[in-house]
């Protein structure tokens, strides 16, 4: 039995044994995942402890002393109205522009679900905004919301909506720049939401809706009952995407307003950019960026617990 | 009766499925129509407030197109931007497939969980990182280089890229390298020899994820770079070219058209790849 047993191993062993380690995935496993995985350390894991690091120290741009002031910097900013403002403001941002672009987003992929002629063309311009670097097409916007050519005042004027004396402010005024910014955004992540939610309403077998249809369910209830229901776990995925690039985002807002008129559009990631990068007060400007922190993991943990239910293999 | 009903209704329902497409296609496209068109408009033209926005009213003239070219920087930040978008899609390749395939692989369930975490650091935004990042970037002397944005953009490509090519991998039958092993090959032999060939199309698409995130990228840039000869497309357009009062509208929307829409076209090759690596494998084909 054991001669067996030996013999059996010395017929399995690598036929050269320069190769050893190559062959076996308990070695070569970790030795192909492990740079990337050190990359990833290095450049994301360090910066996000010396944020940590830095939210309760007193470092600023030209000094290069640092000493430890524990929640001092949390406790100052809570107190600001700068900061509370743009809290809520990144709440109305975020929470906003991700209910209309679910719901918008539904409406676009089960149109897009049937065919139709030209689909190729229509898809690659409904997609154009998520692809095209959003800097630039939010310079686009920028000319569509000029203050005094604004092509959106034009065609008011023209269809009479309003009189050539009464032209909007879009970016000026403070509720018509927050619904500005939104409507950017929303315009931005729309088509990533689109292509998620039309992948899940692809993926519902066709006998589904034929059951429903001999059932003689009307097309509000089938869109209710059934179908919406059934992408619910893609609603979610698309939403929680969507909520991490509305939390985090700070181009749109950078570009169209910078946070005015009145800082009625500043969110935390704008915040921190002007306290921590141009106003130079590093120790404050991570503690801003650190509450986007809770958020993320909010959202990370909603993530899991998607994949976990769905069993992704 | 109820025939004719019948018809109307459906005819109604096109009608409708029709207009919903044309709406949300005209809110999509319609900014770059106005660049396109902005591009080749007059500036007298632009800025009479009485004609028509849409169409042009005097003759098109391509003279925003020569100030972009030759008086701004553009075709500096255009050649900027393929640089860093070179050198980052090598080290993204470099480390992300060797990973990918071992996460599909070799790494058993542990490996599930792993690509996840890996994941996951895709969504830490920049906005989280760029301060300890500036502060970094500064002690390797790396403030104002393109360098900066080498070392830094692969963070957010590579967690992306891994788990694109671990799907990609994982699709690949195991017999072709079982088959490629048994002919002599080491493990590691066969995943240079004969996985990573017939993974091209895979890879490819990686390599235009990968360029279109750092066509995008614009939180770092604009936090390293201060120089405007060293500024990518995506912060030399909004940042430099927006200056002052007098805003060169023509050449803006020039610039903007131009590093846009290249890239869109390419892309929608592969965007159905793209939605299968963020659903996750919530959906089920």
Known sequence: ?313 | MAAADKTLRNRAARGGHYGVIALFTIFSAFPFYWMLITTFKSTPDLLKRGNNPFILNEAPTLEHLRVLFYDTLYGQWLWNTFFVGAIVVAITLVLAVPAGYALARMMGPAGEKLGIAIFLTYLVPPTLLFIPMSRIIGDLGLQDSLWSLVLVYPSFTIPFSTWLLMGFFKAIPKDLEEAAMIDGLSRFGAFVKVVIPISVAGILTTVIFTLTLVMQEFVYAVTFITAARNFTVSVGVPTFLVHGDVYFWGSLMAGCFISSVPVALLYNFFVDRFVTGFTMGAVKG
């Open chain 1, 1 to 313: 039995m054991t001669t067996l047993e030996r013999g059996l191993e010395t017929r399995q062993a690598p036929p050269r044994p320069a190769g050893g380690f190559l062959d076996r995935p308990e070695w070569l496993g970790p030795l192909m995942i492990g740079p990337a995985v050190l990359f990833i350390v290095l450049v994301v894991g360090i910066p996000f402890l010396l944020a940590l690091f830095y939210s309760v120290s007193d470092i600023s741009m030209g000094d290069r002393t640092m000493r430890f002031v524990g929640l001092r910097n949390f406790i100052a900013i809570w107190g600001t109205t700068n900061f509370q403002t743009a809290i809520w403001n990144t709440f109305v941002f975020a929470i906003v522009s991700q209910i209309l672009v679910i719901v918008l987003g539904t409406a676009l992929a089960l149109a897009l679900l049937r065919d139709f002629r030209g689909k190729w063309l229509i898809r690659f311009l409904l997609l154009l905004p998520w692809v095209a670097p959003i800097s630039l097409g939010t310079i686009g916007w920028l000319w569509i919301f000029d203050s005094t050519y604004s092509v959106l005042n034009w065609t008011l004027e023209t269809l009479r909506f309003i009189s050539p004396n009464d032209w909007y402010m879009w970016l000026g005024i403070p509720h018509l720049a927050m619904g500005s910014v939104i409507a950017v955004h929303v315009w931005r992540i729309l088509p990533l939401a689109t292509v998620i939610l039309l992948a899940g309403l692809s993926s519902i077998p066709h006998d589904i809706h034929d059951a429903a249809r001999v059932d003689g369910a009307g097309y509000w209830r089938h869109l209710f009952e059934i179908t919406v229901p059934l992408i619910r776990p893609i609603m979610l995925v698309a939403g929680l995407f969507g909520l991490v690039f509305a939390f985090t985002d700070m181009i749109v807002i950078f570009v169209l307003t910078r946070g005015g008129p009145y800082d009625t559009t500043q969110v935390l990631a704008t915040l921190a950019f002007f306290t921590g990068i141009q106003g130079g007060d590093i120790a404050e400007g991570a503690a801003i960026a650190l509450f986007l922190f809770p958020m993320l993991l909010a959202v990370a943990i909603g993530f899991l617990r998607v994949a976990r239910r769905t069993e992704v293999v």
